[in-house]
């Protein structure tokens, strides 16, 4: 391959138009951690719609369980109602 047709080839990739990635911002990303390997639990959409969050098993672990994002908010918020119900 001459330089010419290299540079030519490496110029193309530079002027390609790549499209912009933008990452989520989950509702519970980096704050959950899996009770039974203690990896970090990670979210990801299904169906391009539903958020689920499951263990990242990095250990080795493969436990395939999913937890769905709204049962994950209603569980928070029963528990915040009831540590605010302890206070009073």
Known sequence: ?????????QQAFKNHNKPNFRRKTFAFGNLMICAI???KITAQIKK???TYYH????????HKIYIRESDTVHDCYRIMVH????VN
């Open 55 to 62: 263990c990242t098993g990095m250990r080795g672990g493969d």
């Open 48 to 50: 391009g719609k539903h």
């Open 1 to 9: 391959m001459s330089r010419e047709l290299f540079d030519a080839v």
């Open 37 to 39: 390997c203690g990896c």
């Open 83 to 86: 540590a605010t119900s302890q």
